[in-house]
């Protein structure tokens, strides 16, 4: 076996990534993203191996994402949904994890709506586990698709000013971009009502703002954030319509960023919510299409990485 | 002696020179004799050296003879009851209530019905106002959407309608949970909350101050533990969230030594208390007397000095009418089924100038706190004696003594004062807004 270029087994969060092994992923996917622009996609690189996309939480886009991901590689792929709520959780998650070992799967790929739930999953297996999505705790192969989407638009990540607005409160990909730049030597920004900003945000690293024109003012990056309809109406915010005057952006907004800022979003939007129609189509501005592709390419350098210099899990530590 | 007039001339006011007046500008400390100058709506020119060399023609000329010249009075606590309750008050008939107060700037808390949580019903009532051209009226807005104490408001729109202030008037956000949110987003927009101090779970269905006069007449009471457990609570959010706080009619020395404590620490915080906290005590409520039933309610003797002390000390920034008219259907009923509250805009000047006359404060003090200081917490353009301000003045005698009797002088459409009968010292002469005489007294 060849020297692991990624000397991980999982994939559980940005933070305690060094920039030399985000660097490694975002070349990897650079190569991907070739690969998937080409006719024959189908490779061989995990030929023979199970992956198990378990998910604890709706999603289609992420999970599809995984799925094309590892059949790419030649991997065997299962989706598994699972209803959260259906699940007492502690005991029978760790039983789903013991099940899912014995039958020996060489990575599981695992959204959950409860912070920390992978990591605690991760210690049960033999195999590799991705985290894609625990509660509002980390969505790492978010932040890294999101971070090659700016690398190859502008070259580089170290040096940008990155404003993330919306609901940070509650948002995982916030979280692992808020990690993932950083550690690349961006400077973020945050820019939210009080009500949707965790307390001591700015340990983390961030300005922090409460004004979407100071806060958006010569950013080369404009990332937005879903909000949550549950969280629309009196509870957080008052409504849909002062969240967008204030808080959604439209072109008045964007004006105060650079003339070549960048806008994305992790979908699905809300438009009209958190941002203006016209503005999400914007074939110059938004790159939401563009993470969407990245997304598959970051997703396959994950796997490939994780797994491809690694035994398959015959059940011995 | 009869109630004095209100001017409801609309001719454009031309030069007016104030002549022989004691000024009085808090803001600057200025309290000497002097004149003062208007144009039209702004004031020119003020000073003790106006006008020696005579006054020049073309200019009306109004001598104070010796009285004294202050900004009119802001009351940053009134119920104007329009739209909704017009058979108590509306803002025609409170307006000239505030007048007839030497009041020329007030604050109407948004408890009318349709509630003030949307920015048609803020506009609604600027506009009536200006329209009325009476004293100037800027409403707070609703903290959380029809007072109901659960879902925020558009607190950011509100405030661009031109919403001063965010509260839930005469209730207590008493969900800490909604209170913390509320805090949270208006701090968002640097607004700020201004609360009703008083735990509603201590204080539902109660009636007056619990303690020994209670228990005699009968009657529930609430505890000075409702306030204290309020204010005592919302010190915490206030410094979870940064938000602005004004605490409302503090009636408690339990309640201002809070306040005083949270200022100590440097905490964003104000507060206020009207006239019946630092002049009356629980005593007025005497025989179920229910023009005495007010919220919060009148406290014990030990508590009204304690809100004397607290005014002189600076805890209390302000001093606000709490204006709160009820008709006779209302208050003509058994203490428990009475309304709870009293005018008090034609009573504000008079009964804060017994601080004067007893020694608490000095003159320029006790209109400080009626003036400068709600204009300043506030964010009010008003409140100063100084050229360029808009020119809203009152004129006042601060010893001429007379009887309040609401029946007889009254311009509020309500009469349900507590100091009903009380002899008190201070009479409004003349009250001015924009540059325009809206109220003459006798004499």
């Not at chain 1, 994950?302 to 011995?316: E, P, V, W």
């Not at chain 2, 349709?114 to 009476?134: C, H, K, S, T, Y």
């Amino acid at each position: 076996m060849p020297e692991p270029r990624f000397p991980r087994r999982h994939l559980l969060g940005i933070e305690g990534l060094g920039p030399d092994e985000i660097t490694t992923l975002l070349d990897l996917a650079d190569i991907y993203v070739e690969v998937n622009r080409k006719g024959d996609r189908k490779g061989n690189t995990l030929l023979g191996r199970t992956i198990i996309n378990l998910f604890f939480e709706n999603s289609t886009r992420t999970r599809t994402s995984f799925e094309l991901a590892g059949k790419r590689l030649g991997a065997d792929m299962i989706n598994m949904q699972v209803s959260a709520s259906s699940v007492t959780k502690g005991e029978t998650l760790i039983d789903t994890a013991m099940t899912l070992n014995a039958m020996h799967i060489d990575a599981l790929v695992v959204r959950h709506p409860d912070s920390g739930a992978v990591q605690l999953l991760a210690q049960k297996v033999n195999g590799s586990v991705i985290n894609a999505g625990d509660g509002s705790n980390e969505h790492p192969t978010q932040a890294l698709l999101d971070a090659l989407t700016i690398r190859r638009r502008k070259g580089r990540l170290d040096g940008l000013t990155v404003a993330i607005c919306g609901d940070v409160a509650h948002s995982r990909v916030a979280r692992s971009n808020i990690h993932l730049l950083n550690t690349m030597g961006a400077r973020v920004r945050v820019v939210a009502p009080r009500t949707l900003l965790p307390q001591a945000i700015e340990r983390l690293g961030v300005e922090v703002f409460h004004d979407m024109r100071l806060g958006l003012a010569d950013a080369d990056i404009v990332m937005m954030l879903r909000l949550q309809n549950e969280r629309m109406n009196g509870s957080y915010i008052p409504s849909i319509r002062e969240y967008f005057r204030f808080f959604g952006l439209d072109n008045d907004k964007l004006k105060s960023a650079k003339p070549d800022a960048l806008i994305m979003h992790p979908g699905p939007m809300n438009r009209g919510v958190e941002i203006d129609s016209d503005l999400a189509d914007n074939v110059e501005r938004s790159m939401i299409l563009q993470q969407v592709e990245m997304g598959v390419a970051v997703r396959m350098a994950c796997l490939d990485a994780l797994m491809a210099g690694r035994n398959s899990n015959t059940g011995a530590e | 002696m009869a109630g004095g007039r209100i001017m409801t001339e609309r001719k454009p006011p031309g030069r007016v020179a104030y002549i022989n007046a004691r000024l009085l500008d808090p803001a600057t400390g200025l309290d000497a004799p002097g004149a003062v100058l208007t144009d039209g709506e702004i004031v020119m020119d003020v000073g003790p050296g106006l006008f020696q060399g005579g006054v020049p023609a073309l200019v009306e000329v109004v001598d104070c003879k010796g009285a004294c010249l202050a900004p009119g009075l802001v009351d940053m606590r009134v119920q104007l009851r329009e739209p909704g309750e017009e058979h108590k008050e509306t803002l025609r008939t409170g307006g000239e209530a505030a007048v007839a107060g030497g009041v020329t700037s007030m604050v109407c808390l948004p408890n009318t019905d349709p509630v003030i949580d949307d920015v048609a019903a803020v506009e609604f009532v600027a506009r009536r106002a200006r329209l009325i051209g009476l004293a100037k009226v800027y409403p707070y807005a609703a903290a959380t959407r029809g007072l109901a104490g659960a879902d925020l408001a558009e607190i950011g729109m509100l405030k661009e309608a031109g919403a001063l202030a965010f509260t839930d008037g005469v209730h207590a956000i008493g969900d800490a949970l909604v209170m913390r949110r509320v805090l949270a987003y208006a701090a968002t927009f640097d607004a700020m909350i201004v609360q009703h101090p008083e735990e509603p779970s201590l204080a539902k269905g109660r009636l007056m101050n619990e303690g020994e006069m209670a228990t005699r007449l009968g009657l529930s009471g609430i505890p000075i533990a409702a306030e204290a457990i309020m204010l005592d609570r919302d010190m915490r959010l206030v410094e979870l969230t940064g938000a602005r706080y004004h605490a409302a009619h503090l009636s408690t020395g339990a309640g201002a030594d809070i306040i005083r404590r949270a200022k100590a620490r440097g905490l964003p915080v104000t507060s206020d208390t009207a006239p019946p906290y630092f002049a009356l005590n629980e005593l007025a409520v005497g025989d179920w007397r229910t023009f005495a039933k007010l919220s919060p309610p009148l406290r014990s003797e030990e508590d009204r000095r304690a809100i004397v002390a607290a005014i002189v000390d600076g805890t209390i920034d302000v001093i606000a009418s709490d204006h709160a008219p009820q008709d006779q259907d209302s208050k003509r009923q058994p203490f428990a089924q009475a309304a709870f509250g009293g005018v008090g805009l034609e009573t504000l000047l008079p009964v804060t100038l017994e601080l004067f006359h007893n020694g608490h404060l000095t003159l320029l003090q006790a209109i400080e706190r009626l003036t400068w200081a709600p204009a300043r917490l506030l964010g009010l353009a008003a409140g100063r004696l100084k050229a360029g301000a808009s020119a809203d003045l009152v004129v006042f005698d601060p010893d001429r003594a007379w009887k309040i009797d609401p029946e007889a002088h009254f311009h509020s459409k309500s009469k349900n004062s507590p100091f009903d009968g009380r002899p008190v010292q201070g009479k409004v002469l003349r009250t001015v807004v924009d540059g325009r005489c809206v109220y003459l007294g006798d004499g």
